[in-house]
């Protein structure tokens, strides 16, 4: 049985800084500190391949001794307008109405709400009260594909129904004040809030990408590799260095034997719909392709644009190949990485 990706559509905070702007307030929060170790800060900002980032709070209360409580707070609230708007968005591209959705997933990692973000969106859009409702946490970046696949999996197996998957993420929620490691400034540095959602479909009338393919690879003994440490201040970011190290070591046996299976080879694949980790993974797999000319603009621009929002981040790859005129018989393949360690992969065809 058929599924196919309706529709994608993204969802943005209402604030928003340029690296260069970001700058002065990196000034403010390593007041203090050793001159050298400010200027290797601002460095790997100013290097990270990331022009803007957008948050659901302004560079002020980021950068400031914000409590737990009051962060999530500012999460919840802002996860269900996000949603909400990026989730109806997505319905109108797709010309249905809330009421014709049969499954509802929801992801997010980066702060804590019970009820879970589906329950409050069910009542802000009033979704049927029979909807099937699944929140997946603490997949991290890989998340968002998870979702795709959980929802595949419903759909393949029930004829004639649709579901959405809504991801909405605020990484800039987790920054620790008081914590001047590698892996809080690099998350400050690549990371970014944002929120999208996707419309699948089982319907024989219904167009869009058909989802062909779909599998996780998990990783053994790297459950240091990524995540986040609850702590009292909040969420601490755990990013191990070695991680683009780690993929590239797992790359092939990701990749290749994945299309074997599915009777196609790297050669068959026009579009590469890769979630954008940060420049490191960007290049590392820029370099592993380079001999292949396959390319990943989309995945870099996408960076660039609005920096690494976790599990929303491959929508926003995602939308802009929904946005071209793809020929038919055209195949994608949709990569993204996260705690465990794990790699989601979905091939699409045209």
């Not at 409590?67 to 707070?73: H, L, Q, R, Y």
């Not at 968005?89 to 249905?96: H, T, V």
């Not at 419309?199 to 790297?222: N, V």
């Not at 299309?259 to 979630?275: A, C, M, R, W, Y």
Request: glycine share 6%; proline share 4%.
């Amino acid at each position: 049985m058929s599924v196919r990706i309706q529709a994608v559509s993204k969802a943005l905070p209402a604030y928003s800084r340029s690296t260069d702007e970001m700058l002065p307030y990196l000034d403010v929060w390593l007041s203090g500190q050793e001159e050298r170790f400010v200027r290797k800060v601002k460095k790997i900002f100013e290097q990270a391949a990331v022009d803007r980032r957008y948050a659901i709070m302004g560079p002020e209360e980021v950068f400031m001794a914000t409590s737990f409580e009051e962060k999530n707070e500012l999460y919840i609230r802002e996860a269900i307008r996000l949603g909400k708007v990026s989730l109806q968005s997505a319905l109108d591209k797709a010309g249905i109405t809330g009421q014709e959705l049969d499954y509802i997933i929801t992801v997010s990692c980066t702060g804590i709400m019970i009820p879970s973000l589906d329950a409050y969106l069910i009542n802000e859009l009033q979704l049927r009260q029979d909807i099937v409702r699944l929140p997946v946490t603490e997949m991290g970046c890989a998340a968002g594909v998870s979702g795709l696949i959980y929802a595949k999996k419903f759909l393949a197996a029930n004829k004639g129904k649709r579901a959405a998957v809504i991801a909405v993420e605020s990484p800039m929620a987790t920054f620790q004040q008081h914590d001047y490691s590698m892996a809080n400034i690099v998350s400050a540095a690549i990371f970014g809030d944002g929120a999208a959602a996707v419309i699948l479909s089982s319907h024989e009338a219904d167009t869009g990408p058909e989802i062909i393919a779909e599998e996780m690879y998990h990783f053994y003994d790297a459950t240091h590799l990524m995540g986040f440490k609850l702590t009292n201040p909040g969420l601490q970011m755990i990013l191990d260095v070695t991680v683009p190290e780690q993929i590239a070591t797992h790359f092939s046996d990701i990749i290749y034997p994945f299309l074997e299976k599915n009777g196609h080879s790297i050669e068959d694949i026009q579009h590469l719909i890769f979630h954008p980790g940060g420049k490191k993974i960007i290049q590392l797999v820029e370099t592993l392709f380079a001999s292949q000319g396959k390319q990943i603009d989309d995945t870099k621009e996408v960076l660039r644009l609005y920096g690494n929002m976790s599990s929303a981040t491959i929508f926003y790859v995602l939308e802009r190949f929904m946005d071209k005129q793809i020929p038919s018989g055209e195949k994608g393949l949709m990569l993204s990485f996260g705690p465990g360690f794990s790699a989601q992969r979905i091939l699409l065809q045209w």
